[in-house]
C-alpha cells in the first residue's frame, strides 16, 4: 500500500504497535508422561480415554492440531492453575496418546494455534480475572499485548473461544 505526499509516492509504514514478548507454557510434559503411562488424571485420579481423534484439539503438550481420523490423543481431566492458585478448575484436555515433543519456543505462539477461535484471560494474583479477549483474525500478539500492557495481569490462559477448554499458558518472556 502507498500514499502519495509531497515527498512523493511513499510506502505507509504501519504505525507503531507496542510489542510486549510471551512465551507459550505448554502443561507440564512429566505430567503428560505420567497420563500416557497410568492412563489416569495424574491430578485427580479419573480414569484417562484414549481415542482416535475426532477434532482439531490441539494437543497440549506439542501445541500442534491433531489430523482428525489418524491421531490418537488421550483425555483426562487437567488443573491448569496448579501451582499458580489454590483455586482450582478442572477440565478436559488432550494430547497424543503416544508421545510427542513438547513445544519449547522461547517467544511466541504456536502457529497452528493461530487458526483455532481463541479467548485470552488475564489474570492478576489471586486468580483475578483482569480482563479478556477474543482473538481476532489470528493476532494472538494483539490481543496478548494488551492483556499484558494490564500491570496487574500476572498470566494469560488461552481457550478455545467455543468449547471453553484451557488450551495453553502465556508468560511475560525475558
Ligand atoms: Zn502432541
Redesign the pocket.
Known amino acids: 500500500m502507498h500514499v502519495n505526499s509531497m515527498f512523493g509516492t511513499l510506502p505507509l509504514r504501519r504505525s507503531f504497535v507496542m510489542t510486549i514478548p510471551f512465551r507459550t507454557i505448554p502443561i507440564p510434559s512429566a505430567l503428560a508422561e505420567t497420563a500416557r503411562r497410568e492412563r489416569r488424571s495424574p491430578q485427580y485420579g479419573h480414569p484417562a480415554h484414549v481415542e482416535r481423534a475426532t477434532g482439531y484439539g ?7 492440531t491433531f489430523r482428525v481420523g489418524e491421531d490418537d490423543r488421550l483425555l483426562f481431566t487437567y488443573n491448569p492453575f496448579e501451582d499458580l492458585d489454590p483455586y482450582p478448575s478442572p477440565g478436559p484436555v488432550f ?2 496418546a503416544d ?3 513438547p513445544f519449547a519456543a522461547p517467544e511466541g505462539i504456536p502457529e497452528p494455534l493461530r487458526a483455532l477461535p481463541l479467548t485470552l484471560e488475564g489474570y492478576a494474583a489471586g486468580r483475578w480475572l483482569v480482563a479478556r479477549e477474543r482473538v481476532a483474525n489470528g493476532d494472538v500478539e494483539g490481543a496478548a499485548v494488551r492483556l499484558f500492557a494490564h500491570a496487574a495481569v500476572a498470566y494469560v490462559h488461552v481457550r478455545n473461544s467455543e468449547a471453553g477448554c484451557y488450551i495453553a499458558r502465556l508468560d511475560r518472556a525475558g
Open positions: 490441539p494437543c497440549r503438550l506439542c501445541l500442534d494430547v497424543h508421545g510427542c515433543t
